[in-house]
């Protein structure tokens, strides 16, 4: 069964985390997303799971509120053109972090590449393997928090609940294959297909426009999941496609 509360008085992510670490280690209780900024808390429950369940669980410092009574107590004035402005600022600013990493990364390599020989292929060696070993390490500071998010969306993961506690490691170990230029070919590979199956669920997510967090960098930071996750994972399967043939 699928359902949807509203929580009152999130003020920041350690609010959210604390609910998904509430409920993470029962059963059958499926976290869709948590929205910071409107206590939207979407979640699925398996046969046998009752919905009091999950309320009596949820930390007495939240309010939980039904969405009868969330959308009751809504002014009506909020139908105007500002506060969409405001959501759209909201949604870039989130993405910052995302974009800061990619420029630090890019930045850091482009140096690499003035100071010693060029070569496209080392180029995005270091790209990839830098990007997996920031990432995993967003990953591991909230490893819990994380495997819920990635369950999310992920096909693997969303079946095999231990595909999302081992994702980080395998992240972290084709980080420092390629960096090391060990195994490369197998690293290559296996990032085709773990970037390639998550890829799927990012655009079955995208293509039924479902709000959920992106756990390419755990769930820490919030990242909603936008187009900038689908190109974030085809610019590494480019890459490990281009290593590949080249």
């Known amino acids: 069964m699928h359902y949807i509360l509203y929580l009152e008085g999130l003020t920041c992510m350690g609010c959210v985390r604390s609910i998904r670490e509430a409920l993470v280690e029962v059963a059958g209780i499926h976290i869709i997303d948590i929205e910071l900024e409107t206590g939207r808390f979407e979640f699925s429950l398996l046969q046998g799971i009752e919905l009091e369940t999950v309320i009596q669980l949820i930390p007495a410092k ?90 999310g969306y992920d096909p693997i993961a969303n079946r095999l609940g231990l595909y999302g506690w081992i994702y980080p490691f395998i992240e972290l170990t084709l980080g420092l294959l390629l960096l090391t230029n060990t195994g490369v070919n197998f690293a290559l590979y296996a990032t085709l297909f773990i970037l390639g199956v998550t890829t799927i669920g990012v655009i079955q997510q995208l293509r039924q426009r479902n709000k959920i967090v992106c756990a390419c960098l755990g769930s820490v930071l919030n990242l909603p999941m936008t187009e900038a996750t689908l190109i974030e994972n085809l610019v590494m399967i480019l890459m490990a496609g281009m290593l590949l043939i080249g």
């Not at 974009?99 to 850091?108: D, K, N, P, R």
């Open 62 to 151: 939240f309010t939980v509120l039904t969405q009868d009574q969330y959308l009751a107590g809504r002014k009506k004035s909020i139908k105007t053109d500002k506060p969409l402005a405001k959501a759209s600022v909201s949604k870039w600013r989130q993405l910052r972090p995302l974009f800061l990493i990619f420029a630090f990364l890019f930045g850091v390599n482009a140096l690499n590449a003035l100071v010693y020989q060029f070569s496209f292929e080392a180029f995005m060696l270091d790209f990839m393997a830098g990007f997996f070993l920031v990432f995993s390490f967003f990953k591991f500071l909230d490893l819990k928090g994380f495997v819920s998010a990635f369950s």
